[in-house]
């Protein structure tokens, strides 16, 4: 089966999604947290990739990026998989592929799902009960999102800033976010939407999408449709 070119839009927001090779390890110590952000922080100011969330994970990543170009995110990703696996590899006395096949993503509809996409990512630590808060995590943007702490390889998202007028304000707002539950059909979505490589949005929006990529950004629909009857 072929694979489906990846969508890109300009200005547009990606979820990413990369694995461990058969969820295998990928973070062993803190200096293997330290050298990947540092590889993302580095190929993504070479790329023009924004970068506005993340969480790593011991066996995964999730990233929420907007790039400048159609080559910015691939470009990227194909240079923190040579330094970091490069790392690995040598760290740990290991040969051969780190990475589940190729990093996936899905194109977000903003203005629906950006704030609940950075939630589901830095929720991660949580709903694998590794911390109580996501605030108890360090290799995550939820500092930097809600307490304002610096991290020199994020910026905010415009619908981020209108969350107010100040920092202060902006930040309260996304820690409240957080105090209701994501619901369950929109983790679902989330999920299915970057693992299928479909668009993250409503009709409308894929719709949009599919006319200026000329691709399908969605499932078909199950079943062989109905034969029309025959006039007489």
Avoid at 25 to 35: G, L, M, S, V
Avoid at 158 to 185: C, H, N
Avoid at 188 to 202: E, F, P, S
Wanted: net charge positive; hydrophobic share 35%; proline share 5%.
């Amino acid at each position: 089966m072929a694979r489906l070119p990846r969508l890109f839009l300009p200005d547009q927001p990606l979820h990413v999604i990369q694995r461990g090779n058969n969820r295998v390890q990928i973070f062993a110590t803190d200096e293997d947290y330290r050298f990947y952000l540092r590889c993302l922080k580095e190929a993504s100011d070479a790329e023009g990739l924004t970068v506005h969330a993340y969480v790593l994970m011991r066996n995964h990543v999730h990233l929420l990026v907007t790039p400048e170009t159609e080559f910015s995110l691939p470009k990227t990703m194909q240079s923190i998989g040579r330094r970091y696996v490069q790392h690995f590899n040598r760290a740990y006395g290991r040969t051969g592929t780190l990475w589940e096949g190729r990093y996936k993503s899905t194109l977000i509809d903003s203005e629906r799902y950006l704030l609940t996409c950075m939630r589901y990512i830095e929720l991660n630590p949580v709903r694998a009960a590794m911390v109580e808060h996501p605030s108890d995590y360090p290799w995550s943007s939820y500092r930097f999102n809600a307490n304002g702490m610096t991290d020199e390889l994020l910026a905010h998202h415009s619908l981020y800033m209108r969350l107010g007028g100040t920092d202060e304000e902006r930040q309260e707002a996304y820690r409240e976010l957080f105090s209701v539950e994501i619901p369950k059909v929109d983790v679902d979505t989330i999920r299915d939407a970057t693992n299928k490589a479909w668009v993250l949005g409503d009709r409308r929006f894929s719709a949009k999408v599919e006319a200026l990529t000329e691709r399908q950004t969605t499932p078909l629909l199950r079943g062989r449709p109905r034969k029309q009857k025959a006039e007489k």
